[in-house]
């Protein structure tokens, strides 16, 4: 691998790792409020789902931009906000997965191959070209490649260790 190829990676991994943080930050709030207040679309089935809480919200938030915090020591003052809003679209990715989810009638925990991975990477990906962070193409493809066997391992990974009821 060449050292361009080398840093184009690392960049990509250091620019979404806010996002990872904040995605895989969330299943550890357990019986937290449920964002959809436990309503039902107009289909009959649930808006979001119980999966879907304020607490962990604020948790995958905060999180998230933690990361930004420390980013902002060596990468400036911007990494703040930009990691804060990389969190909150990150999440605002993982419900819309799970309304999506809901309109096809699968239930929380249920695999839906792909929307299951990429739907945070997909809204993190939009916030960046909202605030124009620079995302290669190739790093992108990187990350959606790089996400999806991540999520495949570190599911399986907490379905051993208990934390989650399904291996995906």
Same mark, same amino acid.
């Given at each position: 691998?060449? +050292? ?9 991994? #250091?620019?979404?790792?806010? =996002?990872? +943080?904040?995605? %895989?930050?969330?299943? $550890? +709030? /357990? ?7 436990? *309503?039902?679309?107009?289909?009959? !089935? !649930?808006?979001?789902?119980?999966? /879907? ?19 902002? *020591? ?5 990494? #703040? ?7 909150? $679209? =990150? ?11 809901? !309109?096809?009638? &699968?239930?929380?925990?249920? !695999?839906?191959?792909?929307? @299951?991975?990429? @739907?945070?990477? #997909?809204?993190?990906?939009?916030? $960046?070209?909202? +605030? ?6 190739? %790093?992108? &493809? ?10 495949? &391992? ?5 379905? /051993?260790? %208990? #934390? /989650?009821?399904?291996?995906?």
């Amino acid at each position: 691998m060449s +050292v361009i190829a080398g840093n184009l990676f690392l960049y990509t991994l #250091i620019i979404y790792f806010p =996002a990872l +943080v904040a995605n %895989g930050s969330a299943p $550890f +709030v /357990k019986n937290g409020t449920p964002i959809d207040f436990r *309503r039902n679309f107009i289909d009959g !089935r !649930r808006i979001l789902g119980d999966g /879907k809480s304020f607490e962990g919200l604020l948790l995958s938030i905060s999180f998230g931009t933690s990361i930004g915090l420390v980013y902002s *020591r060596f990468l400036g003052l911007s990494w #703040i906000w930009i990691s804060a809003g990389e969190s909150l $679209f =990150a999440m605002l990715g993982d419900m819309f997965g799970a309304f999506i989810k809901r !309109r096809l009638g &699968l239930e929380r925990g249920q !695999r839906a191959l792909g929307l @299951d991975q990429w @739907d945070f990477i #997909i809204f993190t990906t939009l916030w $960046f070209l909202a +605030v124009k962070v620079y995302v290669p193409l190739y %790093g992108f &493809l990187f990350i959606l490649a790089f996400v999806f066997g991540l999520h495949l &391992l570190t599911n399986f990974i907490a379905y /051993k260790l %208990g #934390i /989650k009821s399904v291996p995906w």
